[in-house]
């Protein structure tokens, strides 16, 4: 197809499309030309724009420094070190006192003027005074106050013996007489109950001595076991722990120690030795007695192991044991704020046990 339709009103023909060609190249240049210029008037503005604006492109204005344009920064001044500090002062701290727990302090009541009480807080420094200072009113106050305490101590050293005298559980004679008289009756009754226990007691325990020959106070012993035997009627038997007799014992019946005194407990003599057929053994001492001791000791263990009854042995006693012990564990501080019933309930309970 030899022409160029550029529509259907406007034929083309190859001379048409020649010169458009020509033209329109020209025109194309034109425009880019045109483009070129803006573009470089536009970059020129926003070079120069940049270079006055942004911080650190001072670099493109120092062409004449060629490739050496490098050069090292300038050293920043260093600031001379600092002296050392000081050390710290030491800074008196004040202790903190310990916290004191709250307590109420305990305020003791002042006694009665002329109580007990008083006089025993006050009576010494009213007689300090009277020494220190002996003017007239200062003795006579002394004398007067000392006076009134002597008063107070008859008063009731006085119903002391009335309460004594009418409350005969608490009469020590009831006890035991205080006058020489019935002190010694009460004596002869205790020793002659001592004796028909101790009679009685012999006709079912016996004696049995430990001596050694070359004992010294062996042989000592002797004499009251013989008193015992012939008083009481004991029935002595003598054991010798090394197998010889003893001067004393020499024409009595002796036998060699065959390990009784093993059995019964006995380690050294002279020993004597409560038994009891056919087997019961209380050794009463391991050295010498008297015959009062040893009626007191076989009496007293005979009523600790039971061989004679408690009413027997206290008949033995001169003097009537009467304790109150037995009565504290009734006794209520209620009861005691009360005399008149305190002395009831005391009184009561003592006549049962008459």
Known sequence: MS??????????????????TEEAVNHRKGRRLAAVAVLALLVGVDV????EELPGREWLSRGREGWFWYRDPAAEPVDPPLPPSPPPMPVAVSPVPPVQPSVTPFTRAEPLPLSVA????NLDTYRDAAIDNPTPGNVRRFLILQRIMMDK???FRRTFQEVVATTPALDANTERPLDSVGANT???????ATQMLLRSLAQTVGLVYFFRSDCPLCGTQVESLEAAQRLYGFTVLYVSLDGSPMPRVALRAWAPDAGQAQRMGVKDAPALVLMRPPGEFLVLSESVLSLPAIAERTLLRARLAGWISEDDYRATRPVRE???LSLANGITPDLLEDPEKFSGYIAAHMEDRQ
């Open 48 to 51: 120069a724009g940049a270079q």
């Open 322 to 324: 009467r304790s109150f």
């Open 153 to 155: 101590s008859t008063a």
């Open 186 to 192: 009460a004596n002869e009754v205790a020793s002659t």
């Open 3 to 20: 022409d160029l339709s550029l529509g259907s009103h406007f034929p083309v023909t190859t001379k048409h499309r020649a010169f458009l």
């Open 118 to 121: 008083w006089f025993r807080q």
